[in-house]
């Protein structure tokens, strides 16, 4: 009787054991082929929605491995920086009328006491200057809302809204950053290149949607018919009106926030122009303000 009772615990343990295993190679299997199928689909930007289930690439090895690879394209030769444009609200001053200025203002005495006002004056230190606009990006919505300061300084007033394409499976990181470099053209991850690029973090940039050449009329088509959707592998892909817009009126160090939600914003979520893949135009992004792009002529023929 108690051989039976020990042979029946052994057979039972030995099931469970096995069963244990069984479902742990199963797990690992799983997880294996589910990483593979995660990186081919990253590689080849495929959109999967079920796999958006089981995958967040935020903040991975494959996230890092591909800011890494996007950073040393800072090196490459067919980058064009973007001279940072003034920042000053106020007009400048023409030479010639500053010049003007300064030789009427040396004609005229200037009392003493005035003197040590202006003197207090300049060596108070100036308050630094707000920064115009606050960029929100909705990772979920793939839209943008910009935001300018309300009369008692707080960005409350939104005042632009763009579509957009963040990065598959969330490759886009949350949080708030501060943008830098501003390129004219930048060479990007995978041998194509970006009109208005302007860095957010890392190897993470907005730019114009990628073109296969540097050329304005070599744009890849379908990825432009993306927007609105993730698609990229990190930046923030946009139109080029938009790309332009942001690299133009927003300086160095305007804050961007990065975030899910499903209410797209204020101002909604904008929506772009569809390319046909057999139109003779399909090269030309149609916000391009290139003075040669077909579709300023096919819009006013239209």
């Not at 910009?146 to 005042?159: A, H, I, K, R, S």
Request: charged content about 25%; some cysteine.
């Amino acid at each position: 009787m108690r051989r039976e009772d020990f042979n029946k615990n052994m057979f039972r343990k030995m099931a469970e054991g096995r069963i244990a295993r069984i479902c742990a190679v199963s797990v690992s299997v799983f997880l294996c082929v589910l990483t593979v199928f995660e990186l081919v689909a990253l590689e080849l930007q495929w959109e999967v929605p079920l796999l958006s289930v089981f995958v967040s690439v935020e903040h991975t090895y494959w996230s890092d491995e591909y800011q890494q690879e996007e950073l040393a394209l800072d090196e490459s030769t067919e980058n064009e920086l973007l001279e940072e444009l003034p920042t000053d609200a106020a007009a400048p001053v023409a030479n010639d009328a500053a010049e003007n200025i300064a030789e009427a203002t040396e004609s005229v005495p200037i009392p003493e006491e005035q003197k040590e006002t202006e003197a207090a004056e300049e060596s108070v230190e100036a308050p630094e200057p707000e920064f115009p606009y606050y960029i929100r990006i909705n990772r979920k919505q793939n839209c943008i809302t910009v935001y300018t300061l309300d009369e008692n300084g707080e960005y409350t007033v939104p005042c632009r809204a763009m579509i957009c394409s963040t990065g598959l499976y969330n490759a886009t990181p949350r949080g708030i950053f501060h943008i830098s470099t501003k390129y004219r053209w930048r060479q990007l991850y995978g041998g194509v290149y970006g009109q208005y690029a302007t860095r957010i973090y890392g190897g993470v940039l907005f730019h114009s949607v990628p073109y296969y050449r540097k050329d304005e009329s070599r744009l890849c088509t379908d990825k432009y018919n993306k927007l609105g959707q993730q698609a990229s592998m990190g930046c923030v892909r946009l139109t080029v009106e938009d790309a332009k817009w942001i690299a133009e009126n927003c300086p160095v160090g305007t804050a961007v926030e990065v975030y899910d939600d499903d209410d797209p914003g204020p101002l909604g979520k904008p929506e772009s122009v569809r390319l046909d893949a057999d139109s003779p135009i399909k090269g030309w992004d149609p916000t391009d303000p290139n003075p040669e792009n077909p579709w300023r002529e096919w819009s006013e023929d239209f």
